[in-house]
Structure formats: C-alpha cells, structure tokens
C-alpha cells in the first residue's frame, strides 16, 4: 500500500522523540529504524519541514539499498518547501539512479557520443513512451534532434521535411524555456529561413515557428550586439538575434500573407524595440512594410518618413511612400513615384514603378507620356533578352500605343512632379541660414564643412558632398538648408542658395589676444572672452601676429564625441578697425601692495609676477602705469587681470597726483 501524508496533526501516543534522533540512527545504520521513526514524525506533525528532511534521508538510503517503487514514490512525494539545494539533488539523484531504463538510457548517450544521432534519437523515442513525462529523458531526446537538425543544415540538398520533422517534435516536448537547447533551435531554423537554395514555398513557416517558440524565451543579450572572431584573428560585429529573428519573421509572414501571425508580430516588436542595442533602421523598414500590408497606412506612413529623411535618395523607399498615399491621394504618390525615377534610372530596378506612371497616363489619356515609358521597358527587356510580360505586350496591342509618338524621356516631368514629394518630408521644418565650407577627406570618402546660423556662434556640422546639389559651391557661399538633429547628428534634407549681401554673412567678428605663443609646436592661443578659447596653427596664418596682439576672428563652434563645445577659428585678420577689446586687455593706473614677491593692485584685482616685481624693482605703494591682460587664476578658479608690462613707475607715491596728469 502507498504512503500517503496526512495534512494535520493525529492523535497518537506521544512521540518522545524528534528528527535529530531520526538523523542519529541513520549515522549508526540503522536505517528501517530510522525510517519508522521518521513516518511517526511526519503523521505526527506534517508541518514541520524538518520531519520531511529527516523521511527523505532515509527514503534515500533505503533506495540505495533496494529500489522499491514505493520508496521512489513515498520520495516525489517529499513537499518543494521542505527540500534545500543539497537535498533536492540527492532526491533527483536518487530517483534516476533507481530509474529501471538506466541501461538503455547509457546506451542511448553512447550512442551519442559516437555521433551516431539517428539511433540514439530513435532510443531515446521508444524509452519517452514508456516514461512520457521523464524531463530528463525528453531534454535528451530534443539535444539528439537539435543535432540531427545541424546535420541536415551542412547537407546539399538540404531535406528540409526531415528537419520540419524534428521541430514537430522537439515543440510536443516540456523542456527547460529559455534555455541554451531552446535558443540552439531558434539560430537553426534562422539559418535555415536564411538560406536562399530553398524555395520558399517548401520552407518552414518561420512566423509559424516564432509563435511555437515564443519570442518571450529571448534573454536581455540577444537584443545586444555580439562579436565573431575568424580563424586569421579578425573580430567581427554580429547584429543583435533579436534583431535577426524579428526581421526574418516578420518577412515571412509578408511572404505568406500570414496577416494573424503579422499583427501579432509588430504588436510584440513595436514592445521590444527600446530594448534593441544597434541600429534598427531595416527593422522599421519592415515594420513600415508590415502595417502597409495590415491596412495600416498610417502608422506604416510615421515609420516611413524619419527612415526617407535619413535616406533620402534611395528611389525604392520613394516608391513605397507613392503607395501609401496611391489610394487617397493619387496626385501626390505620382509626384513620389516621379521622385523615384530621379534617384534610379536603371530600368531593372524601376519598370515596377514606369508601369505605374504609365497607367496613370493613359487614364488621363495622356498617350505619348504612356507609350515612353512602355516603350523604355520593352527597350530594355528586348537588349537583354529578357521576357516582356504579357500585361506589357498586351498594352502595346491597343490602338492608342500604336498612334503615339513615345518621347525620349519624361524626366521634365518628374522633375516638376517631384518638388511635390519632397514637401511631404520638409514642410514642417524652418529655412536656416548657413555658409558653405571647404571640403575634406574622411574614409576614402568626400566630406564637405557647413556652418550653420545660432544664436551665438555659428555651429560647424559635416556631411558627404555629394548631399549638397548645387551648381557653385564655392567656400563661404550663404545657403539656406532644412534639417534636424537625430541621434546627436544634423541631418541635412535640403539645400538652396540664399541671397545675401556677402560671403561668410553669419559670422561675427569678434576681438581676440595672442595670450601666448608656443613657438615649439609653431601654434598661437587666442583669448576672445572668459567663455571662449582656441589655438590656432601659425603656419596657416596670412599675416605673423605678435603677443599680446589684438587681432579680429570668425569663429565657429562644435560639439565633441563625449559632448563638450570646442571653438576654431574660421577667419583672422589684424585689429586694422581697432575694435574695442578693453575686456582682454587694459591700461591701469594704480598703487601696489607687494606680499611674499608679489604684487597686488590696491583697488582692483591686478596681478604682478614675481617677475614683475623684481624687473622694476616695485615696492608697496609704487603708483604703477601699465597694460594688464584678462587671465584665468587654476588655484582661485577665477578670471583676474595680469600685469604684461610697465610703462611708468612713481616709487613710493604719497599722493594720486600721478592720477592728475
């Protein structure tokens, strides 16, 4: 008969005894003892977790000693509350070393073990039917159909129903989730969606597969990014999986028309997005595709457009704008579809769209701008003898293809057309003033310096050359652009040329000292306020200043990598206008206190060098005449003024009658 526990306590004789005497005659081997004890223990007070430690113990032994099936049974039968991390091993042990399959279950890892994976799959699939809810036993089965998986991977042709087979039966098993089995079969049938030597048709329904697995299974790492390392040493960047999965599943649920398994997606995705460390851009490209497809335009349109003003040359994504508003503005996707035409002119990529143009001229009956670009298509089919459709041919049968005139091209059109698209992207953006600057070379690729109007100091950004689509371009050329900052960056949409009444027009000047000059690294640094400094290179200077020269500046300013705004210099030239820069550099008249080698001013924040002091021989209340310059004081984190030289000295002045000269 089974042991049973008793959830209450029951009246019995009283038990003068605890678990510690139970442990006690287990030490002495007395196990049967010890296990009647125990059971008195446990009926007695149910409650009391040591009680059940104490059972377990000796349920333990006494397996070891014969493995009788109530034993085993009276052992699961232990509560979860009352087992601590050593004990719950030595239960799972216990039961697996008494499991009567143990013989065919070493058979079956050996046959593992000799990669033999067939055979120890087909094992492990007749031992699970005798034992259908041995986790362990299913954990094994699933590794050997995981490797049976990556097997058929490596093969050409792969069998792909043998493979379709496995993941049928790997998802009717309970095993461990998430876990490193459980993601092992998520990166096969990733690679196994990827692979393009399989028709499509006959691959998996990966969507489908997504569901079964469960995108919840996917820990925080999978949205990072990871590093693959080759054989020769070099280190390579990896996309993060989570990434990987949601655009392959998301594709395929496109590609079956799956609208269920489609919306349950971006519902997911739209969640775990934040969570992704890497550029996600392609991802909300297909995102954009998939709410398109769901009936969403609207939300596929507030997708779309920060990706276009990102890549605003790319006539595909043009294409796809043209579609979203195909229905309810058809005027205005024409204009996208036109902007499309711009950016590619490669028949191969754009006869989808020259398709659409054209059937948009036939139904205002606009027959030579149809028979262009009809007749574009068929050109280019014909030269690379490829098929002409039968929608094609057939259009070309109609009596109106055969009376028009096809021109060379119908670019004028799209160029009137597409201003129209472009407005869609930069509507809501303000003209900003700019200059134009010089170019540069960075990664083998031309650069060219903007400098943008602020408030302040006109801001320096960077973007490729060939984003500026102007006939002159010419250094400190006034333009007018629309942009906006995105991930600290500016990215510029437009450019035009803006009237002004000369070059470099944003640009102040402004008065700068030559507070020092390092002669050995052949710079100078220039002091233009208490807020703003900056070297400049003496070789590239027009003219030598000297220091503590005044001179006149354009300046421009820039953030760093870490965030911080440095200041350059865009223009010099000599203070010949004699711009007012008492605020660098003053004359004084005034007595002064001299303490342990320095001077002081005796009514303002003047400072004399030991130097200073000792040159001209100043002692306290020397009335002093002079030029002092605006310095930065590192230990009294303050701005004061530096004695630079002496023009006038009375020694020991009684009077401020040097004042009254």
């Not at 697996?96 to 046959?111: D, Q, R, T, V």
């Not at 984190?637 to 002496?646: E, H, L, Y």
Request: hydrophobic share 40%; with cysteine.
């Amino acid at each position: 008969m089974m042991f049973a526990f008793i959830e209450q306590p029951i009246e019995s004789k009283i038990i003068d005894f605890s678990s510690k005497e139970v442990f006690a005659e287990r030490k002495q081997g007395n196990i049967q003892k010890a296990y009647k004890m125990a059971q008195q223990l446990v009926q007695h007070n149910p409650k009391d977790s040591w009680n059940h430690k104490a059972l377990a113990w000796c349920l333990i032994d006494l397996i070891k000693q014969n493995p009788q099936e109530q034993y085993i049974e009276q052992l699961k039968q232990i509560p979860i509350s009352a087992r601590d991390d050593i004990l719950e091993k030595s239960i799972n042990f216990a039961i697996k070393k008494s499991n009567p399959l143990n013989a065919e279950i070493n058979y079956a890892k050996m046959l593992s073990k000799k990669k033999q994976h067939r055979e120890a799959a087909n094992l492990y699939f007749k031992l699970l039917k005798n034992q259908p809810k041995n986790i362990e036993l299913q954990t094994s089965f699933a590794w050997e159909l995981y490797y049976l998986t990556s097997e058929n991977l490596k093969k050409k042709p792969i069998n792909i129903d043998n493979i379709k087979r496995y993941f049928l039966e790997y998802f009717k098993l309970q095993t461990e989730k998430p876990s490193l089995l459980h993601h092992c079969f998520l990166r096969a049938s990733l690679k196994l969606i990827s692979n393009e030597e399989i028709d499509k048709k006959h691959n998996i329904d990966f969507a489908k597969f997504c569901q079964q697995w469960n995108l919840e299974n996917l820990n925080q790492d999978d949205y990072d990014l990871s590093t693959y390392q080759t054989q020769s040493g070099e280190t390579y960047e990896l996309q993060p999986l989570a990434l990987s999965v949601f655009r392959a599943a998301l594709k395929n649920a496109m590609e079956l028309n799956n609208l269920q398994a489609l919306a349950e997606l971006v519902a997911f995705i739209k969640t775990k997005i934040p969570f992704i460390k890497s550029d996600h851009i392609w991802l909300q490209w297909d995102l954009a595709k998939s709410y398109h497809l769901l009936g969403n335009n609207k939300v596929a349109l507030d997708i779309l457009l920060p990706i276009l003003k990102s890549k605003p040359n790319e006539y595909w994504l043009w294409d796809f704008l043209g579609d979203l508003y195909f229905h309810d503005d058809n005027e205005l996707a024409i204009s996208c579809y036109c902007k499309a035409l711009l950016h590619q002119k490669d028949i191969n990529f754009v006869a989808k769209i020259k398709m659409k143009l054209a059937y948009y001229f036939i139904h205002h009956e606009k027959f030579d701008r149809a028979k262009t670009e009809l007749q574009a298509i068929i050109d280019y089919k014909q030269k690379h003898s490829q098929k002409i459709s039968e929608e094609i041919q057939e259009l070309s049968r109609e009596i109106w293809f055969e009376k028009s005139i096809a021109a060379h091209n119908n670019v004028a059109f799209y160029s009137e057309k597409a201003p129209t698209a472009e407005s869609l992207l930069y509507q809501d953006l303000p003209w900003i003033a700019a200059v134009l600057g010089d170019t540069f070379e960075h990664n083998d690729k031309i650069s060219r310096k903007l400098f943008i109007k602020t408030e302040s100091i006109p801001l320096e950004i960077s973007v490729p050359d060939s984003r500026i689509n102007l006939k002159t371009k010419n250094a400190g050329l006034p333009i007018k652009i629309k942009g906006e900052w995105n991930n600290n960056k500016f990215q510029i949409y437009l450019v035009k040329i803006r009237q002004a009444p000369y070059t470099n027009d944003i640009f102040s000047l402004f008065p700068a000292v030559v507070d020092h000059i390092n002669t050995e690294k052949r710079c100078i640094h220039l002091l233009i306020n208490e807020q703003i400094d900056t070297t400049i290179d003496q070789t590239t200077l027009p003219f030598i200043p000297n220091l503590y020269d005044i001179v006149n500046v354009h300046i421009s300013q820039h953030t760093t990598k870490d965030g911080k705004f440095r200041y350059k210099v865009y223009h010099i030239e000599p203070n010949e206008d004699l711009i007012d820069a008492r605020h660098l550099i003053r004359s004084f008249k005034e007595k002064v206190r001299i303490s342990n080698g320095m001077g002081f001013g005796y009514e303002s924040d003047l400072f004399f060098t030991p130097e200073i002091v000792q040159n001209f021989k100043l002692t306290t209340n020397d009335l002093v005449c002079g030029r002092a310059l605006k310095s930065y004081n590192k230990k009294k984190n303050s701005w004061g003024w530096r004695v630079i030289d002496i023009s006038l000295i009375e020694k020991n002045a009684s009077s401020n009658s040097f004042y009254d000269e």
